[in-house]
């Protein structure tokens, strides 16, 4: 067998390789189905939450009262964080399908981000 012919056998094993991962990590991330919250943007109960979902918050910003728990839903196909720009809160790396709450005892306006992602950012207003 010639050099020549090991290179392309080589090269067309890379390609074909390429091609498998690739439709399986669209398969995988196409094959869920989720249950998405309703985002709110006010809030007069005890409880209150946001999804994550196509590489953000929604809503990206929410009021609620004093005392009220906000539960993040991680509904996208990979890992984010909900994390607190004073760290205040952070939800460590929360992979998909999984939630993250947290508590809001003191009104004021709380920033926050996806450490993994910093495009991702939310505001949680405590009345």
């Known amino acids: ?6 290179y392309t056998m080589k090269k067309k094993l890379f390609y074909s390789s390429v091609f498998i991962l690739a439709t399986i990590m ?3 991330s196409c094959s869920k189905s ?4 309703m985002p709110m943007n ?5 409880k209150a939450s946001v999804a994550i979902k196509n590489m953000a918050f929604i809503p990206d910003t ?32 929360l992979g998909s399908g999984l939630n993250f709450s947290y508590m809001f005892a003191t009104a004021g306006t709380y920033g ?14 405590v009345n």
């Open 1 to 6: 067998m010639s050099i020549k012919n090991i």
């Open 26 to 28: 669209l398969v995988s």
């Open 34 to 37: 989720y249950n998405s919250p």
């Open 42 to 46: 006010t809030n007069s109960g005890s």
């Open 62 to 93: 929410i009021t609620v009262k004093a005392g009220t728990t906000v539960t993040w839903s991680n509904m996208d196909g990979m890992t984010h964080t909900v994390t607190s720009n004073t760290s205040l809160f952070n939800s460590g790396n």
């Open 112 to 125: 926050y981000s996806c450490i993994i992602h910093p495009t991702m950012k939310g505001v949680v207003i």
